[in-house]
């Protein structure tokens, strides 16, 4: 079955670029029927939506996030990326990759999810 | 874009049913049928729990259910257990194609 796992620093500091990579296992990232996302979540609140990537490359971004976001996918290993510039510590957070049901449903894998802080 | 609004907390005993709602616009909830539900223990990664608005992927047993009227959602939990005690969260794509949650509801089983 389909597993996927993130992978990047735990520590990040204020005005860096946040690099993180997920990698898919037990199946092909190619797969047209899904999409590639990540999603965060800062300590004690809600889930928040950073983005999303087809195999072919299109991407889609949260508005609020969309200045400092940049998603790759990577076919040949099997990995999607993301890169969070100018971070500050309200990027701190638990951030996770899943896969998305076509272009409009349900994120039906998850990550473990990595936990990422921003200090000095 | 703006969280969809849901409650803090919802509480009840076991064996009760609750329902948590999730309270969007036309531009999300209100416009497309695809709203989803998660369950999140802490600690842990979220789990789906409902897709379309209704539907049940493999494994979550039928004590939870999905519906939807207008621009709100609605998860039910029948015949509460004790392993349901977690925090929940909705999610629904939007007309500009991306995706909002809901602030999360903590689910205590009294």
């Known amino acids: 079955q389909v597993q996927l796992q993130e992978s990047g620093p735990g520590l990040v500091k204020p005005s860096q670029t946040l690099s993180l990579t997920c990698t898919v296992s037990?199946?092909?990232?190619?797969?047209?029927?899904?999409?590639w996302s990540w999603i965060r979540q800062p300590p004690g609140k809600g889930l928040e939506w950073i983005g999303y990537?087809?195999?072919?490359?299109?991407?889609y971004y949260n508005p609020s996030l969309k200045s400092r976001v940049t998603i790759s996918v990577d076919t040949s290993k099997n990995q999607f990326s993301l890169k969070l510039s100018s971070v500050t510590a309200a990027d701190t957070a638990v951030y996770y990759c899943?896969?998305?049901?076509?272009?409009?449903?349900?994120?039906?894998?998850w990550g473990q999810g990595t936990m990422v802080t921003v200090s000095s | 874009q703006s969280a969809l609004t849901q409650p803090a907390s919802v509480s009840g005993s076991p064996g009760q049913s609750i329902t948590i709602s999730c309270t969007g616009t036309?531009?999300?909830?209100?416009?497309?049928?695809?709203v989803s539900w998660y369950q999140q223990h802490p600690g842990k990664a979220p789990k789906l729990m409902i897709y379309?608005?209704?539907n049940r992927p493999s494994g979550v047993p039928d004590r939870f259910s999905g519906s939807k009227s207008g621009n709100t959602a609605s998860l039910t939990i029948s015949g509460l257990q004790a392993e349901d005690e977690a925090d929940y969260y909705c999610?629904?794509?939007?007309?500009?194609?991306?995706?909002?949650f809901g602030t999360g509801t903590k689910v205590t089983v009294l």
């Open positions: 899943a896969r998305v049901v076509g272009p409009y449903d349900a994120f039906d894998i």
């Open positions: 037990g199946g092909s990232i190619s797969s047209g029927d899904y999409y």
């Open positions: 990537i087809y195999y072919s490359g299109s991407t």
């Open positions: 036309s531009s999300d909830v209100g416009g497309y049928n695809y």
């Open positions: 379309e608005v209704s």
């Open positions: 999610s629904s794509y939007t007309s500009s194609s991306t995706y909002v």
